[in-house]
């Protein structure tokens, strides 16, 4: 029998039970941390030598210089050539539906002119090189390609620039395929933290980027944290995540499938389902029990539901609405009659799926909106990768000789105010009083 937790929201210990399931221990382990700050220096100061020799002993690769660990575009085109045509049209759908929904974020320069001739504004600009991270060797991630260029290429990104470690020479097609059909512009044969420094630092032969992004392990996601400041990156992601809220009414074999495929990720992933009929609840179990031993990754699936996840028993559904805020999930599908009555009381959570058909693994895929999304109720405050993250806003401001009237002597008050003299004589020497003309 399947081991999940039950928990129902009756219970006096339902806050504490449920805090307790949500809780994942942050501590990072020392010894990656440790390795990690090594390698990141090791990279700024020597360069592409300790590119090499990281990517000798870490991926078993060895090559005479960076140079060599650039996988040629030729290599990319004849991988897409070599696809499967329903596979190559899949891949080919998602970039063109996650390319139109991106679209509509583009941010765009404004200007308003106020009644004395001040004009303000703000002007959006891409940025120049952008370096994503794609785990390699036998995963394949085709849609992290797709979901990480597509909208930094629709945001006017002017070079995409891919890292992908090849333990022992091995290079996905299906990685390379996807690279080239979204649009990126160099892929490196490196992985690794030794990736990550090398896109934000430089190197003799690789130039350094202005943001990583793109999912990694948990040497990746420390190196991301050691280079941010020095460049942007997206996030830093927890495991995966779904939270169902389900009125009964969706087949139970769906709803179970749809946890299996979050606990699949990892065993630190966390599925939970929200419900206020006991019934559905047990079915669901029933369910899950069943369908288990005809996945492939049922041990894990097993681990991430015994450790993290959850069927939870609520009064109604507008109390699932309330827990949901508080968890704020990557994932929250809202799987029943109504859903526009429910989505307009969820306030946190990455991504919302509305209705008994839209499951979470579309939108991993080509639904269109990007699966990168806040993990570890991060989704209180962070948002989904999109256009918006390499895109920049510069303020624009244009003071008229009227303004400068007006707002020097504004200017000049709060300047003194703070004790900041200097300040204020700039605002000063632009009244008329003060000008020579």
């Known amino acids: 029998m399947l081991k999940i937790t ?4 009756t219970s006096p210990d339902f806050p504490t039970a449920l805090r307790s399931l949500l809780t994942l221990d942050a501590t990072q382990n020392a010894a990656i941390e440790r390795a990690v700050t090594d390698i ?3 990279v700024r100061a020597r360069g592409d030598a300790a590119v090499l020799n990281y990517t000798r002993r870490f991926d078993r690769v060895a090559a005479a210089t960076v140079a060599a660990l650039e996988i040629p575009r030729q290599e990319w085109t004849t991988a897409l050539a070599a696809l499967p045509a329903d596979l190559r049209a899949a891949l080919e759908t998602s970039v063109r539906r996650v390319k139109t929904y991106h679209e509509h974020q583009v941010a765009q320069t404004w200007r308003y002119t106020e009644a004395d001739g001040t004009v303000l504004g703000q002007k ?10 794609v785990p390699g060797g036998k995963a394949a991630y085709p849609s992290s390609v797709i979901m990480n260029t597509v909208p930094a290429k629709v945001a006017g990104v002017g070079e995409v620039v891919m890292a992908t470690p090849t333990p022992d020479g091995t290079r996905n097609p299906i990685v390379l395929a996807a690279a080239a059909l979204a649009g990126v512009d160099r892929i490196w044969a490196v992985g690794g933290a030794q990736a990550v420094a090398a ?3 430089g190197t003799e032969t690789i130039a350094p980027v202005d943001k990583v992004v793109g999912p990694g392990n948990a040497y990746v996601a420390a190196a991301k944290r050691h280079v941010f400041g020095a460049v942007g990156i997206d996030m830093v992601a927890g495991p995966s995540e779904i939270l169902i809220i389900c009125d009964g009414g969706t087949p139970a074999d769906w709803i179970a499938m749809d946890l299996f495929s979050q606990a699949e990720h990892d065993e630190l992933a966390q599925a939970i389902l929200l419900c206020p009929d006991a019934a559905f609840l047990d079915q669901v ?7 288990l031993a005809a996945m492939p990754r049922a041990a894990i699936i097993a681990a991430s539901l015994a450790a993290r996840g959850a069927l939870i028993h609520t009064r109604d559904l507008d109390e699932a609405c309330a827990i949901a805020n508080d968890i704020a999930p990557e994932h929250l599908e809202l799987s029943v009659e109504n859903p526009h009555r429910l989505v307009n009381k969820i306030r946190h959570a990455g991504a919302i799926f509305l209705g008994r058909y839209s499951s979470e693994a579309l939108g991993d895929y080509c639904a269109g909106p990007n699966h990168v999304l806040p993990t570890s109720r991060t989704a209180r405050f962070s948002s989904p990768l999109g256009v918006y993250d390499f895109q920049k806003r510069t303020s624009l401001i244009e003071i008229s000789r009227a303004g400068a009237q007006t707002l020097g002597h504004i200017a000049a008050r709060m300047a003194r105010g703070e004790g900041l003299q200097s300040h204020a004589a700039s605002a000063e020497y632009r009244l008329d009083r003060n000008s020579k003309t």
């Open 285 to 291: 179990a029933v369910s899950m029990t069943r369908q």
């Open 40 to 42: 990141v220096r090791q």
């Open 199 to 201: 896109l934000a630092y």
């Open 124 to 133: 959006i600009t891409a940025l120049d090189r952008v370096g994503l991270y």
């Open 6 to 9: 039950r928990l129902a929201t």
